[in-house]
């Protein structure tokens, strides 16, 4: 098994097995994005302690306001489906904090699971040290308990809920796995997610029929025929003319292959797997570096407009989803109040 960090001869112990679908013939690999995992683990150490981080020591730094992570984000823990929040809370500054203040365990933890999300999401990082980055994390969390002992965990390991401790050591299985089962052995790291799915629904609510981003149902079938007839033309290799699918591509796969040649050729998925080769994609390759990321967002500063801002008439204009069913169906909201506590 050749993957980094590991003897060959010893090879890796595996936490997730993918399964063989007798449906379609093949191995499927089913894992959680990492987004969501990320966001979730903003979600336990504002909660409460994680592994060997403390929450009290993140809470301090916030409070200081020396760093991208405010107190408000962990004391009143907003918004808490952000990746950017996420990725502010265990960033590079606040690791820098932590350890400043001699914090040296949670400081740790921030280092572990901002690289383990790099190596999930970040162009220009070779293949080899994506599968590090993974694995370094994977045998921290593996550190936390021993499975072999009775009785077992119960729904928490250290602060982390099982679910998110067993889902994230599962996807650093799952993404090392992809390396053989793809039929290029390679393939791009950030493109495990379940974005297809959320752009498929996504063109659903723009559809003529949908009013307020919500598809009718008398036309629902039609228009998801449409979408699928759509997306079978974008995704066919022998498409004999252009597609623009958005205004800025993302993926300049020509000027990539200048630089750092084409993709592998297509092969047979393996029968058994016994050796797993660690190959680059062109998302790994250095020249993807050219595009700057875009900067986290977090809190705006006293200084700016905030973000979320809604009209000036909001307070006036009526929202029927969340008025009251009685008012619609034209009866007396008092006289059924009324008549309810009569009885």
């Not at 280092?111 to 190596?119: H, K, S």
């Not at 791009?188 to 063109?203: G, H, I, T, V």
């Not at 993709?263 to 080769?277: Q, R, S």
């Not at 967002?297 to 009209?311: D, F, M, N």
């Amino acid at each position: 098994m050749l993957v980094p960090e590991i003897e060959p001869s010893k090879g890796m112990e595996w936490f997730y097995i993918p399964e063989m679908t007798s449906a379609r013939g093949h191995i499927e690999v089913k894992r959680i994005e990492s987004h969501h995992l990320l966001t979730r683990h903003r979600s336990a150490i504002c909660k409460g302690d994680l592994g060997f981080a403390k929450r009290e020591h993140f809470v301090e730094v916030s409070r200081e306001n020396t760093t991208p992570l405010k107190a408000g984000m962990m004391e009143e823990q907003l918004n808490m489906q952000s990746t950017d929040y996420a990725r502010i809370t265990f960033s590079a500054p606040v690791e820098h904090q932590l350890r400043l203040k001699g914090h040296s365990s949670s400081a740790d933890l921030c280092r572990y699971v901002r690289e383990w999300f790099q190596a999930c999401d970040d162009p220009g990082i070779s293949a080899t040290d994506r599968c590090r980055m993974k694995y370094r994390y994977k045998k921290f969390l593996l550190s936390l308990t021993d499975l072999s002992t009775f009785p077992p965990v119960g729904s928490h390991v250290r602060g982390y809920p099982v679910p998110l401790w067993e889902a994230t050591i599962a996807s650093v299985d799952a993404d090392i796995f992809m390396y053989a089962i793809c039929k290029r052995r390679t393939y791009n790291n950030r493109a495990l997610s379940s974005q297809p799915c959320e752009n498929l629904f996504s063109c659903l609510a723009t559809m003529p029929g949908a009013r307020n981003g919500v598809p009718s149902c008398v036309e629902l079938e039609v228009n998801m025929a449409k979408i699928c007839g759509e997306s079978i033309v974008r995704q066919d290799p022998n498409r004999g003319f252009g597609v623009r699918l958005s205004n800025a591509p993302v993926y300049p796969q020509v000027l990539l292959e200048n630089d750092t040649g084409p993709l592998p050729l297509l092969v047979e998925p393996p029968t058994y797997i016994h050796c797993i080769p660690i190959k680059d994609h062109l998302f790994d390759a250095p020249a993807r570096l050219r595009r700057a990321r875009k900067p986290m967002q977090g809190i705006s500063s006293l200084h700016e407009p905030g973000r979320g801002a809604v009209g000036v008439r909001s307070y006036h204009k009526v929202n029927e989803n969340k008025m009251n069913p009685l008012i619609r169906a034209g009866l007396s909201v008092a006289r059924c109040d009324e008549h309810m506590s009569q009885c």
